[in-house]
């Protein structure tokens, strides 16, 4: 049979830029993620039939939880592809049994969930579209996958498009990272708003961005394609979805990890380097500033989670500076806390003792002379006594909490890391009342941060006026040896 041959000289005008280099993508996994109206299902059906007409030997599957829906999305896309690109006469298109054959041999069959008998009926499938990727659940997915193996011509690929209806949903935890990145191998995600349809009707638009006052949870999902926070959380959701999404496109200003001469059971503070890295532990967002005061707050491992943190502040402005977020053992820990207070013009540190006090000793063992010093009764002696380190109790835990949630609801702004917010999202009231991470996620860099704001009161607020290291006479200093 002849090769078809199909005009798509324009094909680049007729996609979305954010979509047009995915017709390449051969990835086991395409995942099209995002608010509504961005044009996700549209490229989906664009590359299902671009393959159908230029690769001989394809059998395509698009599937929907419920068979029902298909007909009105998902299928009524593909016909209109084919329609707009003026293929109609390569295909036969069968509207009753959502069966569409192209004349070089190709099927595109649809099906779906429910129809268990036809399901069973479609064999030999080379590719699958699965269109709103949400309502399926795991185990739908993974039989599809399985579906998916042996040997064809061409590249094998599973098309998901879904809104990200809530955090915590299975496509996230099995492709989806924090930042729309793909999780595994194999794998490309693709976060899309209605920003990047060039298409969109202006009056969908509209409707899109209404829902910022009419609906929260129906504007981070729909508008700002946001993973969508169900229940009750303790920081206002709205506010911690809508920093998220400004802070999407930005990267941190340095990622790494300090490294250091060990001597004498001593870090050498002259050796202390900061190393770039990118998949460093240590995440800055405003570097150090001569003369200003910092402070850090850590969160230790502890029962049901493995990570350290540290939450650097700018203390005059309460600017989070950087993100220290690692399963170190004790010992590095320790270490890295240490080279980066030095870092920030000697922060004053305050560290988590509940589980362990090793991190605090540790640091007076090496010299760290700036620690959040805490009151309180001795149970032995009875006497007031004065140690190193925060301590979070019923009385502390939800004093700190208390004003962070307070921070974070009016002055969104001070905050940059994504994945604090994120954890902001999964932080809710249990049963008794007690606000805690969601079961299966972390809530050491909240923890972290809120002591960080704690113990500002510790350290001073204002710039310090700094002399010159070479200044050695007693004088007072000239104008000129000052810094701002
Ligand atoms: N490549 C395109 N060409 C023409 N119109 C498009 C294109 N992509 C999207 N659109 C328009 O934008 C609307 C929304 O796109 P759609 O793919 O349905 O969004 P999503 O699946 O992300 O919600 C479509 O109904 C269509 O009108
Ligand atoms: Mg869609």
């Given at each position: 049979?002849?090769?078809?041959?199909?005009?798509?000289?324009h094909?680049?005008?007729?996609?979305?830029?954010k979509?047009?280099?995915?017709?390449?993508?051969?990835?086991?996994?395409?995942v099209?993620?995002?608010?509504?109206?961005?044009?996700?299902?549209?490229?989906?059906?664009?590359?299902?039939?671009?393959?159908?007409?230029?690769?001989?030997?394809?059998?395509?599957?698009?599937?929907?939880?419920?068979?029902?829906t298909?007909?009105?999305?998902?299928?009524?896309?593909?016909?209109?592809?084919?329609s707009?690109?003026?293929?109609?006469?390569?295909?036969?298109?069968?509207?009753?049994?959502?069966?569409?054959?192209?004349?070089?041999?190709?099927?595109?069959?649809?099906?779906?969930?429910?129809?268990?008998?036809?399901?069973?009926?479609?064999?030999?499938?080379?590719n699958?579209?699965?269109?709103?990727?949400?309502?399926?659940?795991?185990?739908?997915?993974?039989?599809?996958?399985?579906?998916?193996?042996?040997?064809?011509?061409?590249?094998?690929?599973?098309?998901?498009?879904?809104?990200?209806?809530?955090?915590?949903?299975?496509?996230?935890?099995?492709?989806?990272?924090?930042?729309?990145?793909?999780?595994?191998?194999?794998?490309?995600?693709?976060?899309?708003?209605?920003?990047?349809n060039?298409?969109?009707?202006?009056?969908?638009?509209?409707?899109?961005?209404?829902?910022?006052?009419?609906?929260?949870?129906?504007?981070?999902?729909?508008?700002?394609?946001e993973?969508?926070?169900?229940?009750?959380?303790?920081?206002?959701?709205?506010?911690?979805?809508?920093?998220?999404?400004?802070?999407?496109?930005?990267?941190?200003?340095k990622?790494?990890?300090?490294?250091?001469?060990?001597?004498?059971?001593?870090?050498?503070?002259?050796?202390?380097?900061?190393?770039?890295?990118?998949?460093g532990?240590?995440?800055?967002?405003?570097?150090?500033?001569?003369?200003?005061?910092?402070?850090?707050?850590?969160?230790?491992?502890?029962?049901?989670?493995?990570?350290?943190?540290?939450?650097?502040?700018?203390?005059?402005?309460?600017?989070q500076?950087?993100?220290?977020?690692?399963?170190?053992?004790?010992?590095?820990?320790?270490?890295?806390?240490?080279?980066?207070?030095?870092?920030?013009?000697?922060?004053?540190?305050?560290?988590?003792?509940?589980?362990?006090?090793?991190?605090?000793?540790?640091?007076?063992?090496?010299?760290?002379?700036?620690?959040?010093?805490?009151?309180?009764v001795?149970?032995?002696?009875?006497?007031?006594?004065?140690?190193?380190?925060?301590?979070?109790?019923?009385?502390?835990?939800?004093?700190?909490?208390?004003?962070?949630?307070?921070?974070?609801?009016?002055?969104?702004?001070?905050?940059?890391?994504?994945?604090?917010?994120?954890?902001?999202?999964t932080?809710?009231?249990?049963?008794?009342?007690?606000?805690?991470?969601?079961?299966?996620?972390?809530d050491?860099?909240?923890?972290?941060?809120?002591?960080?704001?704690?113990?500002?009161?510790?350290?001073?607020?204002?710039?310090?006026?700094?002399?010159?290291?070479?200044?050695?006479?007693?004088?007072?200093?000239?104008?000129?040896?000052?810094?701002?």
């Amino acid at each position: 049979m002849a090769r078809i041959t199909v005009d798509l000289t324009h094909l680049p005008e007729m996609t979305n830029p954010k979509f047009y280099p995915l017709f390449e993508n051969q990835d086991r996994y395409l995942v099209l993620v995002g608010g509504g109206g961005s044009g996700k299902s549209v490229f989906a059906a664009q590359k299902v039939v671009r393959r159908t007409i230029e690769e001989k030997g394809h059998r395509f599957l698009v599937v929907r939880k419920v068979a029902k829906t298909l007909r009105e999305s998902a299928f009524a896309e593909v016909r209109a592809i084919i329609s707009d690109w003026g293929l109609m006469k390569l295909f036969n298109i069968n509207k009753s049994d959502l069966h569409i054959t192209c004349k070089n041999g190709n099927e595109i069959l649809f099906a779906g969930l429910d129809d268990v008998e036809k399901l069973k009926s479609i064999f030999k499938v080379t590719n699958v579209w699965i269109e709103e990727a949400s309502e399926l659940e795991i185990s739908d997915y993974r039989q599809l996958d399985i579906r998916l193996r042996g040997q064809s011509k061409w590249y094998k690929q599973m098309i998901f498009s879904f809104n990200p209806i809530y955090k915590g949903h299975w496509l996230e935890g099995e492709f989806v990272n924090i930042d729309w990145t793909a999780k595994r191998d194999n794998c490309t995600v693709n976060h899309s708003t209605y920003k990047n349809n060039k298409f969109l009707d202006p009056a969908q638009t509209e409707v899109l961005e209404s829902f910022k006052e009419s609906d929260p949870y129906y504007y981070s999902v729909y508008c700002l394609g946001e993973w969508g926070v169900l229940g009750k959380t303790v920081f206002d959701a709205q506010v911690v979805t809508k920093r998220i999404s400004q802070l999407r496109d930005k990267k941190p200003l340095k990622q790494g990890f300090f490294i250091y001469k060990y001597e004498n059971e001593k870090i050498v503070d002259e050796s202390i380097q900061w190393v770039e890295d990118s998949g460093g532990y240590i995440k800055i967002f405003e570097d150090v500033q001569k003369g200003y005061p910092y402070v850090i707050g850590g969160d230790t491992a502890g029962e049901g989670s493995d990570n350290f943190t540290g939450q650097v502040l700018n203390n005059v402005t309460a600017i989070q500076a950087a993100v220290l977020k690692h399963q170190f053992d004790e010992d590095l820990y320790s270490k890295q806390m240490y080279c980066l207070g030095k870092y920030y013009n000697n922060a004053l540190e305050g560290i988590e003792t509940n589980y362990s006090t090793y991190p605090v000793k540790e640091l007076e063992r090496l010299g760290y002379n700036r620690q959040y010093t805490r009151e309180h009764v001795d149970t032995f002696t009875g006497a007031l006594k004065k140690s190193y380190g925060f301590r979070t109790d019923k009385l502390t835990r939800p004093l700190v909490l208390a004003n962070l949630v307070q921070l974070v609801r009016e002055h969104p702004g001070l905050f940059n890391d994504i994945e604090t917010l994120e954890e902001m999202l999964t932080f809710v009231r249990n049963e008794k009342g007690k606000p805690e991470a969601q079961s299966g996620k972390t809530d050491d860099l909240i923890i972290g941060l809120a002591i960080a704001h704690h113990i500002r009161t510790q350290q001073i607020f204002h710039i310090e006026a700094q002399v010159e290291d070479n200044d050695e006479d007693d004088e007072e200093p000239k104008g000129g040896t000052w810094y701002d």
